[in-house]
C-alpha cells in the first residue's frame, strides 16, 4: 500500500512539474493538454488500482486478527468514499462555474459598471453548488 501512497505523491508533483515547465516554456495549447492527458490518466488508473486493492480485503498491517478495529466494514468505508466525492466533486464543478461566470461578470462590468450587482448573484449561486456537496456529505456521514 505505501508504493502506491508514494508513487500517486510521485505522479502529483510530476503533474504539477509539467504544467509549471509548460506555462513557463509557453508550450502551446496541444502538446500541453496531452502532457496533462496522460498524467490525469495515470493518476486515475493509480487511484482506481488503489481502491481494488484496498477493497481486496489484503490488511498487510494486521499482525493479528486482535489487532482488527472491531465494528469496522467495507460499508463504512464505501460510506467515507462517497462523503469524499460528493464533496470533491461539487467543489470541482463550483470552481469549473466560477471560473466561468466571474470571467463573463467581469467583462460585463468593464462595459456597464451597474450591472455588478447582477453579475454578483450569478457568481454567488453557482458557490451554491459545493455547499450543496457539502450537505449531503453531512448527509451521508450522519
Do not use: H, Q, W
Not at 31 to 42: E, F, I, Q, T, Y
Not at 79 to 100: D, F, I, M, R, W
Amino acid at each position: 500500500m505505501e508504493i502506491i501512497l508514494v508513487l500517486t505523491v510521485l505522479l502529483v508533483a510530476l503533474t504539477i512539474a509539467a504544467g509549471v515547465y509548460s506555462i513557463k516554456k509557453k508550450i502551446d495549447n496541444e502538446k500541453a493538454r496531452k502532457v496533462l492527458g496522460v498524467s490525469v490518466g495515470s493518476f486515475i488508473l493509480m487511484m482506481i488500482g488503489a481502491t481494488v486493492f484496498m477493497l481486496s480485503g489484503y490488511n498487510a498491517l494486521a499482525e493479528t486478527t486482535e489487532t482488527v478495529v472491531v465494528g469496522a466494514s467495507i460499508g463504512d468505508g464505501l460510506k467515507y468514499l462517497g462523503a469524499a466525492l460528493s464533496t470533491g466533486l461539487a467543489c470541482v464543478g463550483t470552481g469549473t462555474a466560477v471560473a466561468a461566470a466571474s470571467s463573463a461578470a467581469i467583462g460585463a462590468i468593464s462595459e456597464d459598471p451597474k450591472l455588478l450587482g447582477r453579475t454578483i448573484i450569478f457568481v454567488g449561486l453557482s458557490e451554491g453548488i459545493a455547499i450543496y456537496g457539502l450537505i449531503i456529505s453531512i448527509m451521508i456521514l450522519g
